[in-house]
């Protein structure tokens, strides 16, 4: 697990994941609430908790749900949509193109005000969305 937590601190600038989660690794990373381990031993999961980062053979990718459970301790690459008309965009499912300052190439966690909308790629010229289809929201 030190790999992904040096993931989450440089790309994102999460120091540490809080105590009341747990990581699981399953060949991807999930995420659960620490009570998880509480449960009695009888019982039988296929599976606990939400994929945090989807793992490659070159990398690393977190996901949509992933970025909005831990998405509000990063401290870097989190991009604000400045209003409602990109928000629309972003949340259908568009790319939105723009400069955006202080923010790195590669993956970025999307928020308005204080809510987390997904990731997103940055290129330096716009942001590539990566909210899964089955997530969109169609507005209008």
């Not at 009695?40 to 970025?67: A, M, Q, W």
């Not at 202080?102 to 909210?131: C, P, S, T, W």
Request: charge should be positive; avoid cysteine.
């Amino acid at each position: 697990m030190k790999e992904i937590e040096k993931f989450l601190k440089d790309r994102f600038g999460i120091e540490k994941i809080p105590d009341e989660y747990v990581l699981i690794n399953r060949g991807d990373i999930w995420i659960a609430n620490r009570d998880v381990l509480n449960v009695k031993e009888n019982l039988k999961f296929n599976r606990i908790g939400i994929r945090l980062i989807r793992v490659f053979k070159d990398g690393y990718k977190l996901t949509t749900s992933g970025s909005q459970i831990i998405g509000n301790f990063a401290k870097k690459n989190v991009l604000f949509l400045s209003n409602e008309e990109e928000v629309k965009k972003f949340i259908s499912g568009e790319d939105i193109e723009g400069n955006f300052e202080n923010i790195e190439r590669g993956q970025v966690i999307v928020k308005f005000n204080n809510d987390i909308l997904g990731v997103a790629l940055y290129d330096g010229k716009k942001l590539k969305n990566q909210i899964p289809k089955s997530k969109r929201i169609k507005l209008g």
